[in-house]
């Protein structure tokens, strides 16, 4: 059975940095393109980044320069390092693994970003 469980969301201040994990088990993991998407009240989720299991990275224009994807394959684990974060930035934020027809998700983690 696949699990994709995040952590290391929280509140923060503008300008200030967090880093969200993402451990994943019950699959190849290294055969797997990871990603991070998110969800504000009211709105659709939006990709955020994705690492692929080459390891080409992409990321959505409102973070680049700011976000960092990367991914263990040794320790099944994905992390998104967010700096530099904004109020919009605010949003449940959820681990995505993608392979062929295959589509998990984890549960989510709450990231604010606020004074």
């Known amino acids: 059975q696949v699990q994709l469980v995040e952590s290391g969301g929280g509140l923060v201040q503008p300008g200030g940095s967090l880093r969200l994990s993402c451990a994943a088990s019950?699959?190849?993991?290294?055969?797997?393109?990871m990603g991070w998407y998110r969800q504000a009240p009211g709105k659709l989720r939006d990709l955020v980044a994705v690492?692929?299991?080459?390891?080409?990275?992409n990321y959505a224009d409102s973070v680049k320069g700011r976000f960092t994807i990367s991914r263990d394959n040794a320790k099944t684990t994905v992390s998104l390092q967010m700096n530099d974060l904004k109020p919009e930035d605010t949003a449940v934020y959820y681990c995505n693994a993608r392979h062929l027809n295959r589509n998990y998700w984890g549960q989510g983690t709450q990231v604010t970003v606020s004074s």
């Open positions: 019950g699959m190849t993991f290294n055969t797997y393109d």
């Open positions: 690492i692929t299991s080459g390891g080409n990275t």
